[in-house]
């Protein structure tokens, strides 16, 4: 099983009405289709790195929208829609749903005009998919690696990752920063020069792991 990153510009016609709204929307550049219903109706969980205000110029775009719900976050909005269809170009749903592979949230949409998202299934069936949206679009593979069954944001040991919980319950990543490794040491029963390459290395592999995603 393969897990691959796609990257698509779409032309003119198959791009969607929210996307074509955020290439022309300067308060915004990314939107994120995070979780999509699989009911009749088109119920979906959107996020846009703009504010409430540039989020609800995006979202006015969707002719098909019956309700919206904004939800302001620190980086953000949040927005759940109802919608009588999702909008999409049919000749893209027809390629997505005679496809055997599995799609996996989120679906992301570029102030660029690119639409990224990953696909999990066998090498032929992605290989075909492939072939089959290169015909709607510019298709580029971004990164292509196994399917894990069981993702983990690292390869940590069990004894790392009670170092890095315990050293958030202690307050070690608190700032101004209210334990210390000393405190780590303590919980894990363990000297201080241990608990401390624990955390050490703990961070390095989550770290390591985060950069590999992007």
Same mark, same amino acid.
Do not use: N
């Given at each position: 099983?393969?897990?691959?990153?796609?990257? *698509?510009?779409?032309?003119?016609?198959?791009?969607?009405?929210?996307?074509?709204?955020?290439?022309?929307?300067?308060?915004?550049? /990314?939107?994120?289709?995070?979780?999509?219903?699989?009911?009749?109706?088109?119920?979906? $969980?959107?996020?846009?790195?703009?504010?409430?205000?540039?989020?609800?110029?995006?979202?006015?775009?969707?002719?098909?929208?019956?309700?919206?719900?904004?939800?302001?976050?620190?980086?953000?909005?949040?927005?759940?829609?109802?919608?009588?269809?999702?909008?999409?170009?049919?000749?893209?749903?027809?390629?997505?749903?005679?496809?055997?592979?599995?799609?996996?949230?989120? *679906? *992301?949409?570029?102030?660029?005009?690119?639409?990224?998202?990953?696909?999990?299934?066998?090498?032929?069936?992605?290989?075909?998919?492939?072939?089959?949206?290169?015909?709607?679009?510019?298709?580029?593979?971004?990164?292509?690696?196994?399917?894990?069954?069981?993702?983990?944001?690292?390869? $940590?040991?069990?004894?790392? /990752?009670?170092?890095?919980?315990?050293?958030?319950?202690?307050?070690?990543?608190?700032?101004? /920063?209210?334990?210390?490794?000393?405190?780590?040491?303590?919980?894990?029963?363990?000297?201080?020069?241990?608990?401390?390459?624990?955390?050490?290395?703990?961070?390095?592999? *989550?770290?390591?792991?985060?950069?590999?995603? $992007?």
């Amino acid at each position: 099983m393969k897990h691959i990153q796609f990257s *698509v510009t779409y032309p003119e016609r198959f791009v969607h009405p929210l996307h074509d709204q955020l290439m022309d929307e300067t308060g915004a550049s /990314r939107a994120e289709l995070l979780m999509w219903s699989p009911t009749a109706d088109a119920t979906t $969980l959107f996020w846009c790195d703009g504010d409430r205000t540039a989020t609800e110029r995006i979202v006015a775009s969707i002719d098909s929208l019956r309700s919206s719900h904004f939800v302001e976050d620190v980086d953000g909005t949040y927005v759940f829609l109802q919608q009588d269809g999702y909008e999409f170009a049919p000749a893209l749903l027809e390629t997505i749903a005679e496809s055997h592979v599995i799609f996996l949230p989120p *679906v *992301v949409f570029c102030a660029d005009g690119t639409v990224r998202f990953e696909a999990v299934g066998e090498a032929t069936a992605l290989s075909a998919f492939h072939d089959d949206l290169s015909e709607l679009g510019d298709v580029t593979i971004e990164r292509v690696h196994e399917f894990a069954r069981r993702t983990s944001p690292s390869q $940590l040991t069990p004894r790392q /990752r009670e170092a890095l919980e315990v050293a958030v319950a202690v307050g070690y990543y608190e700032r101004p /920063r209210d334990g210390s490794v000393a405190d780590v040491a303590e919980a894990l029963d363990c000297s201080t020069s241990t608990a401390g390459e624990l955390i050490r290395k703990a961070e390095a592999a *989550v770290l390591k792991s985060y950069v590999e995603t $992007l």
